[in-house]
């Protein structure tokens, strides 16, 4: 649950970061491609970012080593 829950809150802030960008920057038909071009791309690194952190927690690489002591 927690992974498409925050898939959905990453897709909610780049609808209102569009938006956003929309409304702030209007300078033209190409400039507002050009912006909401940049503005999505940050969106989907930034989730795809998360995403990878998230699952590798799920199945770590490096196990942990306990000594006898501990």
């Known amino acids: 649950m927690g ?3 925050t898939t959905l809150i990453f897709i909610v802030i780049g609808m209102i970061a569009c938006l956003c960008t929309r409304i702030c920057c209007n300078k033209g038909p190409s400039a507002n491609l050009f912006h909401l071009t940049l503005v999505t791309t940050a969106t989907v690194c930034c989730w795809m970012m998360w995403a990878i ?3 590798a927690q799920m199945n770590p690489l490096i196990v942990p080593i306990l000594s006898e002591g501990e």
Do not use: H, K, R
Request: hydrophobic fraction near 85%; aromatic fraction near 34%; charge should be neutral.
């Open 53 to 55: 952190v998230y699952l």
């Open 3 to 5: 992974f498409m829950l």
